[in-house]
Each structure stands twice: as structure tokens, then as C-alpha cells.
């Protein structure tokens, strides 16, 4: 354990020590000796769980030779947590299978993203990396058609606020509205980088590579580029909500298993492409500081200016308490979402849509009972626009 480590507690040290899947025998010693030196292991489960890394730490415990130090009915808890995440995931492949089937049939490919990446090709595809939904990049041309097809083979999605947004919904988020199907959410996504999305998301649309030992063939993004994905997703949700522990992780093993082939001279021109220098150097420091990971050059020369106490304070304080990130507001969101539509008919569709919403849309929105009670929710819709408008939120 290295001094920034040492500022956590044994809870959260064992925690720490368990975020990865390399072990040295000096790590597993460590490990052993802090699950003896645990004292609440309520607080470590619950650490575990909301950081998304419960059925890893059941894993790894087991691994290090440290199961038999934890309290029986804690490691029963830990394991049906697993047994849980290996079940999920299972059916997360079983609907991925069906969406490639589907989407083949039209010449659609689709590109896998983060969780369904990981757990095939540095997990294990044993479970270990929790997954609660599927995240898929497809041409922009794309986006729509697929969309249509699985809705019309059983997937069911969020309503649009107007139909006036339907041939804009590439461009208003990252993901088109989310759509479901026994119990799991699908994100469609068509931008990865926001304004600098195009030549790189080309990149990989026109470059991706074959997951190993998928039936049918499953593909995903180039290495480099996918990785800068998960910092630019890790990111956002320092910003905004529901950052966990396991997205660290994700970093961590990527760097750890491919160290030289990632964190060389051009993944730092990507990430300048990208406008995600400054995000890059802040994970990476983290990675080096709390996983003890080889972090060649050009990353050492990166991170060497890194604000030390405010990035490692922050992340201390977000390791014990994950909802301690703030949320980015509404407002923010709205107006980017109209600075990214491209052309003035497109903005001025989406300033109606927003101001003429559907009333299927406020009925879902407001859960009242039929689309006659929902005219009078128009009035608290407004209200909501005003909020955000103004900055105070929802």
C-alpha cells in the first residue's frame, strides 16, 4: 500500500486491493492481512455493492487465499452477489445475440461498448465485471432503422418529448432514448466524443475488431480508441451521476493487461484529438497512485503535473461516499443538446418539440392515468423548462 492508500480505512484498503485481476503473492498477502484487520464488514459490502464491485471482490478474496477470513454469512452474501452478476450477464449476452441477429439481417453492424467489451476480453467472461445494461455504437445512418427493428421485435422505449425530435435524436444525446427488453436497457449510440466525434467514431466504426471466442461474431472498437471512450465516460460521470469505483477498475486492468500497446505517443494524440488531455492525465495519475500499475512513458511525462492533493483528495472522499459528485444541471444538458444540432431547422424542430411536447410524453413524465389528465400538466412542464432555463434544476 502506498501512503494515499494508507489514508483509507481497512474497509476501504481491502476494497482498493481487490479492484483488480493480478495478483503477485506479496498483493495476496496484503489482502489477507487487511481482511483481518476488518471490523465492519457491513461497510465493506455495502462499499462493494455501490461501487459495482461485489461480485469481483467475492472473486478475489477467493483468489488471494482471504475467503476463509471473512465471516460466513458475509461470504454468502458476497457470493450469491456473484452468482447474481453471472446471471445477469448471461442474459445480457443471450439479448445481444438476438439484437446482432436482428440488426444482421438488414446489414447493420453494431459495435459493442464498455461492460459487454470488458467481460470477454479481460474479465474472463466469468461474471466478474458487472453489467446492467448493453451499450452499442452504430453509424449514424443506422441509428434509426435499428432502433425501428427492435422495437418492432419487443423492445420497448421511453417516449420521445415530440415526434418533431425523431430524425434528431442522433444528434440531441450520446445514445438514442433508452429501449428494453426482459428486464435489460439498450443504449443505441451514434456519438462517443461529442464535437470531436466524427473522424474518431469514424475510426472505429470503419476499423472495429473482433471479440475472441464470440458466436455469432461480436465486434468491438480499436484498443486505443476504446479505452478513451471509458475515460471520456468515466468523466462524465464525475460530472454529472452514478460514478462507481468499477469504472476506475475498468482503466486499471486495460492498463495493466496492455500497458505498452495503450498508454503510448498515440493514444496522447487521440486523447488531444478528443479534448480529453486533461481527464487522461487525471485517471492515469489515479491508476498509478492507488493500483501500483506500470505506467510507461509518455504517461509518466503526462501526470507529472497533476494537482496531487485536490485529484487524490477528491477521489478519497468519492471511495467512501459515492453519491459525493455533483451533478451537472439540466440546463446545461439542453443547451448543449441545441448547440449540437447542426442546422437552423434542425434547432428550431427541437426548440418546438421541447415547447409543444407529445401528451404521451407528459403522461409518462408526470405517471398520471390517461392522456386527458395530462393536458393539465402542461403547465408544470413550463415550469420545469423555466427551472432549468434559469439554472436551479429540475
Known amino acids: 500500500m502506498n501512503s494515499f492508500s494508507n489514508q483509507l480505512c481497512p474497509e476501504e484498503q481491502l476494497l482498493l486491493s481487490l479492484a483488480r485481476i493480478h495478483f503477485t503473492g506479496a498483493m495476496k498477502e496484503q489482502i489477507c492481512r487487511l481482511a483481518e484487520k476488518i471490523t465492519d464488514w457491513n461497510y465493506f459490502v455495502r462499499l462493494a455493492n455501490e461501487h459495482g464491485l461485489i461480485a469481483l471482490s467475492h472473486n478475489n478474496l477467493s483468489t488471494a487465499g482471504a475467503i476463509d477470513k471473512v465471516p460466513v454469512k458475509v461470504a454468502e452474501r458476497l457470493r450469491s452477489a456473484y452468482l447474481i452478476s453471472l446471471s445477469q450477464n448471461t442474459k445480457i449476452y443471450s439479448l445481444l445475440e438476438e439484437i446482432i441477429s436482428i440488426a444482421s439481417k438488414e446489414n447493420i453492424r453494431v459495435i459493442l461498448l464498455k461492460g459487454a467489451v470488458l467481460e470477454k476480453t479481460v474479465y474472463g467472461n466469468s461474471g466478474l465485471r458487472?453489467?446492467?445494461?448493453?451499450?452499442?455504437?452504430?453509424?449514424?445512418?443506422?441509428?434509426?432503422?435499428?432502433?425501428?427493428?427492435?422495437?418492432?421485435?419487443?423492445?420497448?422505449?421511453?417516449?420521445?418529448?415530440?415526434?418533431?425530435?425523431?430524425?434528431?435524436?442522433?444528434?440531441?444525446?450520446?445514445?438514442?432514448?433508452?429501449?428494453?427488453?426482459?428486464?435489460?436497457?439498450?443504449?443505441?449510440?451514434?456519438?462517443?466524443f461529442d464535437e470531436y466525434n466524427e473522424d474518431l467514431v469514424c475510426e472505429?466504426?470503419?476499423?472495429?475488431?473482433?471479440?475472441?471466442?464470440?458466436?455469432?461474431?461480436?465486434?468491438?472498437?480499436?484498443?486505443?480508441?476504446?479505452?478513451?471512450?471509458?475515460?471520456?465516460?468515466?468523466?462524465?460521470?464525475?460530472?454529472?451521476?452514478?460514478?462507481?469505483?468499477?469504472?476506475?477498475?475498468?482503466?486499471?486492468?486495460?492498463?495493466?493487461?496492455?500497458?505498452?500497446?495503450?498508454?503510448?505517443?498515440?493514444?496522447?494524440?487521440?486523447?488531444?484529438?478528443?479534448?480529453?488531455?486533461?481527464?487522461?492525465?487525471e485517471i492515469v495519475y489515479l491508476i498509478d497512485k492507488f493500483w501500483d500499475v506500470n505506467i510507461p512513458e509518455p504517461a509518466v511525462t503526462l501526470i507529472s503535473g497533476i494537482n496531487a492533493a485536490k485529484i487524490t483528495g477528491k477521489f478519497t472522499g468519492f471511495l467512501r461516499n459515492p453519491s459525493s459528485y455533483p451533478r451537472q444541471d439540466d440546463s446545461t444538458l439542453l443547451f448543449k443538446?441545441?448547440?449540437?444540432?447542426?442546422?437552423?431547422?434542425?434547432?428550431?424542430?427541437?426548440?418546438?418539440?421541447?415547447?409543444?411536447?407529445?401528451?404521451?410524453?407528459?403522461?409518462?413524465k408526470f405517471r398520471v392515468s390517461s392522456r386527458v389528465f395530462a393536458i393539465f400538466y402542461y403547465p408544470a412542464w413550463y415550469w420545469r423548462i423555466l427551472r432549468m432555463v434559469t439554472g436551479r434544476g429540475k
Open 130 to 192: 458487472q453489467m446492467s445494461d448493453i451499450d452499442l455504437l452504430v453509424k449514424a445512418d443506422d441509428a434509426l432503422p435499428l432502433r425501428n427493428l427492435l422495437l418492432n421485435n419487443g423492445f420497448l422505449s421511453l417516449p420521445l418529448i415530440s415526434p418533431l425530435h425523431e430524425k434528431l435524436l442522433p444528434y440531441l444525446k450520446s445514445h438514442l432514448p433508452v429501449m428494453h427488453k426482459n428486464g435489460i436497457s439498450t443504449e443505441i449510440h451514434v456519438r462517443l
Open 204 to 281: 472505429i466504426i470503419n476499423n472495429p475488431e473482433i471479440v475472441p471466442g464470440t458466436t455469432p461474431e461480436m465486434f468491438s472498437p480499436p484498443l486505443q480508441l476504446h479505452f478513451l471512450y471509458l475515460i471520456k465516460h468515466l468523466d462524465r460521470h464525475a460530472r454529472t451521476k452514478d460514478l462507481q469505483l468499477k469504472l476506475y477498475t475498468d482503466i486499471a486492468v486495460l492498463i495493466e493487461e496492455f500497458s505498452g500497446q495503450l498508454l503510448n505517443a498515440n493514444l496522447i494524440r487521440l486523447a488531444e484529438k478528443a479534448g480529453l488531455t486533461e481527464p487522461l492525465a
Open 337 to 364: 443538446s441545441l448547440h449540437d444540432i447542426p442546422v437552423l431547422t434542425g434547432k428550431i424542430r427541437y426548440v418546438t418539440g421541447y415547447f409543444f411536447p407529445s401528451l404521451y410524453f407528459i403522461k409518462y
